[in-house]
């Protein structure tokens, strides 16, 4: 093939892009694309704007992620003693590379951003639990404003208000859905779902 997109993170890819992020970068000489994980196109648009309005020093992601078709259903054996457990019974911790690939996407937060997963028993539907360091103070207020004006202009970036669960959002378009209902702020530190 003279051009391959990965759906999915790639070592050695001439660009890592995410749509409506970083798509302005793609070149026409770049002959392997990857679009990253499904969690690094949920954490990418949120942190582009955080750090863009607030600056982010550094974070913790923690993406509480649905299973997936490479989990056993029930406890088998592995080498791995977490993966040999049910998927559908467990809520399992996981390494992931996603907050690591925002620096692919966004270089300015190459090494500022890391995180794990936890897989649990739903279908569909992940959450992605971001608690960032800050340059400055914020507010609540602030990083809601910020977040519903950004959420305007985007095409992969949605802003919620209603008490809605994981299942709510199955067949939704968006990346990202930033849920204002649970925004926390101690002085620089903040956390955003």
């Known amino acids: ?27 026409q000489s770049h002959q392997i694309i990857s679009s990253a994980s499904c969690t690094t196109n949920c954490l990418a648009p949120v942190a582009q704007v955080l750090h863009r309005e607030l600056g982010i020093e550094n ?10 078709n490479d989990q056993n259903l029930i406890d088998v054996y592995h080498t791995d003693p977490y993966r040999a457990r049910s998927a559908t019974q467990s809520m399992i911790p996981s390494k992931t590379g996603a907050a690591e690939a925002v620096g692919l996407v966004l270089p300015e937060l190459a090494g500022k951003l890391t ?20 340059k400055r103070e914020t507010t609540v207020d602030e990083v809601n404003a910020l977040m519903k004006e950004a959420s305007q202009h985007s095409k992969v970036l949605g802003y919620n208000t209603l008490p809605l669960v994981s299942h709510d959002f199955n067949h939704n378009p968006l990346s990202s859905i930033f849920d204002a209902n649970h925004t926390k702020v101690s002085g620089k530190l903040l956390k955003v779902l």
């Open 1 to 27: 093939a003279r051009k391959v997109i990965i759906s999915a993170p790639a070592s050695g890819a001439d660009a890592t892009i995410v749509y409506g992020v970083n798509h302005d970068t793609l070149r």
């Open 59 to 68: 974070g913790l992601m923690t993406t509480i992620h649905a299973y997936t």
């Open 115 to 134: 995180g794990m997963a936890v897989r649990v028993p739903v279908i569909n539907v992940s959450l992605v639990d971001l608690t960032v360091t800050l």
